[in-house]
């Protein structure tokens, strides 16, 4: 009896750390073969949009920007332009966009920003403070907007802070140090928050064709997650190595077993 009693013992063992495998389960954002990706050329020569939590410099001149260009003439005559144009734009009050859209502006209140190009925010600050100065000029910029990245291997994720206004999927790519050797250059999925919904692009940089899709404008937010490739055989070589190890003593624990018992 005890002989039919160890099979069945090292099987139900075996079965159980089997049924705990953890043969890729790192893989995120998975779908099936079925899946209908969004339509990317939607995506594609799209410039960056204004979005919610963003935060923005804002900075306002009279007289169609009269003062700026007299501080950088005058900077410029003594030598030192750059650096004053460079003190220029880091300057400026640092505004949140609302989660309704607004950002709330001295003296002319909330104005809505949300979904707006650089350009066309400055343009709807402008007409906000054509009441107040003469002929208004205005600069914004972003300085929060960060993209995620899944780079294919686990462990190496990055938040990546966007420093230009339109980046691209292939400079944040090379900002995160490039697709991992497990990673799937032809299987790259953008994915983009759209009010409450989400919108999922598929992209293949495996060739040169792909690069229009890698100079798509990504926007504040974004998750860029390069699949990885599958590695079955070291997963379960490596879950399984444990099993071996236990069926091993086990084994031999039986076996001292029989032999005392025999003597």
């Known amino acids: 009896m005890m ?12 079965g159980a750390l089997l049924a705990g495998c953890n043969v890729n389960r790192d893989l995120m954002f998975k779908t099936s073969a079925e899946f209908v990706f969004d ?5 594609q020569g799209v410039e960056y949009t204004i979005a919610p939590n963003d935060r923005l410099t804002v900075q306002l001149y009279s007289n169609k920007g009269q003062r700026l260009m007299a501080m950088t003439a005058g900077a410029l005559e003594e030598g030192g332009g750059q650096q004053m144009l460079q003190q220029q734009q880091r300057g400026g009050v640092v505004y949140r966009v609302e989660p309704n859209g607004t950002v709330d502006l001295p003296e ?32 914004i910029a972003v300085v929060n907007n960060r993209v995620l990245v899944f780079p ?3 462990g190496q994720a990055a938040v990546i802070t966007l420093e230009n206004q339109n980046t691209t999927v292939v400079e944040v ?3 995160a140090g490039g697709i991992r050797q497990r990673g ?23 060739t040169i064709e792909g690069m229009r899709a890698a100079r798509t404008v990504v926007q ?13 055989v070291r997963e379960v070589l490596s879950d399984v190595a444990p099993v071996a190890q236990l069926i091993t003593t086990f084994t031999s624990l039986w076996l001292t077993y029989q032999v005392l018992v025999s003597q």
């Open 3 to 14: 002989r039919n009693v160890v099979p069945i013992v090292l099987l139900s063992v075996l």
């Open 173 to 175: 790519l090379a900002q």
């Open 39 to 43: 339509d990317l050329s939607k995506a």
């Open 184 to 206: 799937r250059s032809s299987r790259v999925k953008l994915i983009r928050q759209v009010e409450d919904d989400n919108q999922i692009f598929s992209m293949d940089l495996s």
């Open 108 to 139: 002319v209140g909330p104005v809505l920003l949300e979904g707006l190009t650089m350009e066309e925010a400055e343009e709807r600050v402008q007409e906000a403070y054509a009441a107040e100065y003469v002929d208004p000029y205005a600069l």
């Open 220 to 232: 504040a937010n974004d998750i860029i997650y390069v699949e990885s490739n599958p590695q079955i």
């Open 152 to 154: 294919g291997e686990a």
